[in-house]
């Protein structure tokens, strides 16, 4: 019987292996991996690219100029994104709490520490803990595992956890045994993400080619 740590460490190495480093999360800044974090929820990332270029082409980019947009021009924007009346009433949020923390300076929050941080960042309307958690890891370079539908799939397909549950246990799976490196953090989650876009589809998944096959298997 294998134990946690030795099989998810198994599975990482399989994945680099077959895939390399994803080198994700795309951004030219930390500010914009931030707003990106935000953007995709529910949406996918060329969606969230096309948002992002619209928000660089109106100079609107930037903790200041997000803070003063009137939330109206903003959804017209980041339409391109989807539940955009939403996603610019969530942007603002976030723009508040970071003025309210540290003045507009995100640099400034995301030197605080973790824990504390988080609670935080979950106290925002509209940021749940895959979000929180995209913003702290690759934003901040700080050691939490981000997990999401993706990650649920591929453990739940080799019987490692139950279909349903938190999300807090579902990372717990990942924290509880492996060393907080958010550098491995960071491209495992990005892996498992890859693998879920590939080969581990939400229907008809391709198993027989999938550098996942057998794995956990004695
Ligand atoms: S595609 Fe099949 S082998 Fe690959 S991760 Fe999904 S369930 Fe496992």
Not at 48 to 60: E, G, Y
Not at 76 to 83: C, D, H, M
């Amino acid at each position: 019987m294998f134990d946690r740590k030795t099989i998810l460490l198994d599975l990482y190495a399989r994945l680099y292996k077959a895939f390399g480093p994803r080198h994700w999360w795309p951004g030219d800044s930390r500010f914009e991996i931030a707003v990106g974090a935000i953007l995709t929820q529910n949406t996918a990332w060329r969606n969230v690219t096309r948002a992002i270029t619209n928000l660089k082409a109106k100079n609107l980019l930037s903790p200041y100029a997000l803070h003063h947009v009137p939330v109206q021009d903003l959804s017209t924007v980041i339409k391109p994104a989807g539940y955009y009346n939403i996603k610019a009433q969530r942007l603002k949020h976030f723009i508040r709490f970071l003025f309210e923390e540290s003045d507009g300076d995100l640099n400034e929050l995301l030197g605080e520490d973790l824990d504390s941080l988080r609670e935080r960042l979950l106290s925002v309307n509209g940021i749940g803990p895959e979000t929180a958690d995209s913003i702290l890891l690759y934003a901040g370079n700080k050691p939490t595992f981000v997990v999401d539908a993706y990650t649920r799939r591929i453990l739940f397909r080799h019987n490692l956890i139950p279909e349903e549950g938190p999300y807090d246990e579902l990372q717990s799976f990942f924290m509880d045994c492996l060393e907080p490196d958010p550098n491995m953090f960071n491209e495992f989650h990005a892996l498992l993400v890859y693998l879920g876009h590939t080969y581990c589809l939400r229907k008809e998944p391709k198993c027989a080619e999938c550098p996942a096959k057998g794995w956990n298997e004695e």
